[in-house]
């Protein structure tokens, strides 16, 4: 698996957290660690979760290799 992948997929994953965390509590980490959502770090911090996002789409199409046992 490529370092961007698992770059992906860990942003991913926070991004659910963070999202699991608004609909259960209605508490929006990422804003209460930035300042805001309006804040330009919340912003970056939610664009690179969703590019992440669009990245781990690929993961769904591409060929794997058979497992080596």
């Known amino acids: 698996m490529m370092i961007l992948d698992r770059i ?3 942003l991913v994953i926070l991004g659910a ?3 699991g965390s608004i609909g259960l ?3 929006d980490i990422v ?3 930035s300042g805001g959502q309006d804040a330009v770090l919340a912003r ?3 664009s690179l ?3 992440a ?6 993961l769904l199409f591409r060929e794997r290799e058979p497992a080596k046992y």
């Not at 996002?53 to 690929?58: D, E, H, K, R, V």
Request: hydrophobic letters at 65%; glycine letters at 4%; a positive charge.
């Open 49 to 51: 979760v969703a590019i």
């Open 44 to 46: 970056v911090i939610y």
């Open 25 to 27: 509590f209605k508490f």
């Open 53 to 58: 996002g669009l990245w781990c789409i690929s």
């Open 8 to 10: 992906s997929l860990v």
């Open 17 to 19: 957290i963070n999202w």
């Open 31 to 33: 804003s209460f660690i």
